[in-house]
């Protein structure tokens, strides 16, 4: 029997995750050792291999299969535009995609004006501008604090992912328009899930139990 891949999101992802699968039976106690230098990890047992990527890289590993299996936000499934089968939503790391601003500039969004939105996410904004809004604005990209655009002016409104509001209060900004809700998803590579069908079709129906 061949090993299934899996590719984790760095981070609190991959510890709600590996709790997940904990509860189906499926554990990696290397994974647990937070000083461990090793970059796969394998349950020999399961014939299950485990690694850690940037969530930005997890659907470029499940596209090209070096992996079988992701997990990974819905924000990077859609932002990386790979082509991979998306097949169960974890319902963790809950949060939304918005449209925020001052108050002010909501008038600009409900009049098509040409404006400038600043965001991390280029390819989800674009969609919702050109696609869903059929409004023509102009990206710009930033890495940082995405929230400091419209405060010195970069920007009339910024496109990001809001979990709480709270940094949007305490600088004047609010939400103006929902884009999308967003949460922990799992994908699979479209190969894999022919090749392995039964094995990946039992791992999700045991999952979908817990979840």
Do not use: W
Request: hydrophobic share 40%; with cysteine; charged share 25%.
């Amino acid at each position: 029997m061949r090993y299934l891949t899996f590719a984790l999101g760095k981070g609190r992802l991959a510890d709600q995750t590996l709790e997940l699968f904990e509860k189906v039976g499926i554990t990696c106690e290397e994974m647990k050792d937070k000083n461990s230098r090793k970059l796969i990890f394998v349950n020999e047992t399961l014939k299950l291999r485990f690694f850690l990527a940037k969530g930005p890289d997890v659907p470029t590993y499940v596209e090209y299969g070096a992996a079988d299996i992701g997990v990974v936000g819905r924000d990077t499934i859609l932002e990386e535009g790979r082509k991979v089968h998306e097949v169960l939503d974890l319902g963790y790391g809950k949060c939304k995609m918005c449209v925020c601003g001052y108050q002010d500039a909501a008038p600009l969004l409900n009049h098509h004006e040409l404006i400038r939105v600043a965001t991390k996410y280029p390819n989800i904004t674009k969609d919702y501008f050109y696609n869903t809004k059929h409004q023509t604005v102009e990206i710009i990209k930033l890495n940082g604090s995405i929230e400091l655009a419209p405060i010195v002016g970069l920007s009339e409104v910024i496109v990001d992912i809001v979990e709480t509001g709270t940094t949007l209060k305490e600088n004047g900004l609010e939400i103006l328009e929902e884009v999308c809700p967003l949460s922990a998803r799992m994908i699979v590579n479209p190969v894999s899930m022919r090749m392995e069908n039964g094995r990946i079709k039992n791992l999700l129906s045991q999952l979908k139990g817990k979840l």
